[in-house]
């Protein structure tokens, strides 16, 4: 099969569907209600980013119903690893979808279905390297995060299945998502994400206590992430084939220099943002374990339970992100501002009704994971100075896909780098070294208070010279 029948059929004849997408998801980005729109895209992603939280959470869970501390540790170790898989299908994904959708809105599906393919081969490589590389030097790398003689072989096990058997089906299938995104195909994308989620909480019990014997439980948990994600994969990829888009096909045609190097700009961005939001939960961890075990176990618990109003926030910013690339492109800027005003109300509501919920039962929620008195107490009163920060969270989520979706990588690369390593992560050390451990915990509100001014400044002045003056917010 040769280059031209990969990238448009026969002696240049275009598929039936070159326009990228099906009838009803042009009508998504362009005659949809824009409240209907937003929710066709972001409910799916919603759902998807909470199951995706929860079988995060299961297998510590399942793990710590062994009652062995070094299991536990040694699960806890390869979060990292992990989370760079996640940063690596970011840098494929967002930058790629974002661009894809951008394209769609210029009218340009050929080089939409260039960068497609680049940004697959983009996932595969990068994803194929890591797990290498991860096999080769496992004893370092092991060493260098902190695993001891106890801990070893449980981390090492647990990061082979996962990280070298399993981290290419995983950087590929949340890449795929990302793109399925991009043509309006949301719920597809949704259910792909949310399944491999499901069939990874099922199987966990599964694998650890019934398949293998006693003392491989963490190998059980690693080889069920590591098939609940092949899974997902053969999803995504049987759905490409039924879907049959014009956009979503393979070409051995590369894209042009200036849309590689948009796929970098915006993906860049993503994967550095991804890392330094894992770096600023170290550091916390890092300084709460100087006070006591007490604190360090109830601040672990809150970290986890914060996640719930932001992964929902994170949701509805991906499910925008594809309406706004789209009309962005298509200088459909009333469309365009209708999408982001419509998400912003949405978010902002989501992260007030959080904090309402978590301020009623905090208490009730810290013992879902613990009922240790002293930790449900302390737990609950960080918890709720945490959740205070919900819509700032948001807020600043929400303005760096927005420079994503407009192509604007510097833009975002400036407001992830600067929250993160400008206010966040020093804000951490000064409050802790002025307050103490409810330094620590107060720390992302008053970070982010910072962030979102910086954020709001930067939109406007950006909008100011890119749309015209009566389209500007």
């Not at 029948?5 to 002696?11: E, K, Q, R, T």
Request: proline content about 4%; some cysteine; charged content about 10%.
């Amino acid at each position: 099969m040769n280059g031209a029948m990969l990238d448009g059929g026969v002696n240049g004849r275009k598929p039936a569907e070159d326009d990228g997408m099906k009838r009803n998801n042009t009508d998504i980005f362009e005659n949809m209600p824009v409240s209907k729109a937003v929710m066709t895209m972001a409910v799916p992603t919603i759902i998807s980013q909470l199951i995706v939280l929860i079988y995060n959470i299961s297998d510590t869970f399942f793990i710590g119903r062994t009652n062995n501390p070094y299991m536990v540790a040694g699960a806890s170790l390869i979060l990292p690893i992990f989370n760079i898989t996640l940063s690596l299908s970011g840098l494929a994904g967002v930058g790629g979808g974002a661009l894809i959708s951008r394209l769609l809105g210029e009218k340009r599906p050929d080089e939409a279905r260039r960068v497609y393919s680049f940004s697959v081969y983009l996932c595969l490589g990068l994803s194929a390297i890591f797990s290498l590389v991860t096999l080769v030097f496992m004893r370092p790398l092991m060493n260098l995060l902190g695993a001891g003689a106890d801990t070893y072989d449980y981390a090492s096990g647990y990061a082979f299945f996962v990280i070298v058997c399993g981290g290419v089906p995983t950087v590929l299938s949340n890449t795929l998502a990302t793109l399925i995104r991009s043509i309006g195909e949301s719920r597809r994308a949704g259910f792909g994400i949310t399944m491999g989620g499901l069939i990874n909480i099922a199987l966990d019990p599964l694998f650890m206590f019934v398949l293998l014997p006693d003392g491989m439980e963490i190998i059980g948990a690693g080889m069920a992430t590591c098939l609940s994600n092949c899974i997902a994969c053969a999803y995504f990829i049987i759905s490409l084939i039924r879907l049959n888009s014009g956009v979503l096909h393979l070409s051995l045609k590369l894209p042009s220099g200036k849309s590689i190097m948009g796929i970098f700009g915006v993906g860049l961005p993503s994967s550095v943002a991804t890392l330094l939001f894992d770096l600023d939960y170290v550091v916390i961890d890092r300084l709460m374990s100087g006070y006591n075990d007490i604190a360090l176990a109830a601040v672990g618990i809150v970290l986890k339970a914060e996640r719930l109003p932001l992964n929902v926030g994170i949701g509805i910013c991906q499910g925008m992100m594809p309406i706004i690339a789209y009309n962005y492109s298509a200088k459909n800027y009333k469309r365009m501002n209708g999408a982001k005003n419509y998400s912003l109300r949405l978010g902002l509501i989501c992260a007030a009704a959080s904090i309402a919920f978590y301020e009623i039962f905090a208490g009730q929620i810290i013992s879902v994971f613990i009922n240790d008195a002293d930790t449900v107490a302390l737990g609950t009163s960080f918890l709720r100075v945490r959740v205070l920060a919900a819509p700032l969270m948001f807020l600043s989520f929400f303005h760096v896909y927005l420079f994503n979706g407009f192509g604007k990588g510097g833009y975002a690369m400036f407001l992830g780098v600067t929250r993160w390593a400008v206010f966040n992560i020093p804000m951490l050390f000064f409050l802790n070294s002025l307050a103490g451990m409810y330094g620590i915990v107060w720390s992302q509100v008053s970070a982010d208070v910072l962030t979102v001014a910086l954020s709001l400044l930067t939109y406007r002045h950006y909008s100011k010279k890119a749309f015209p003056a009566r389209q500007n917010i």
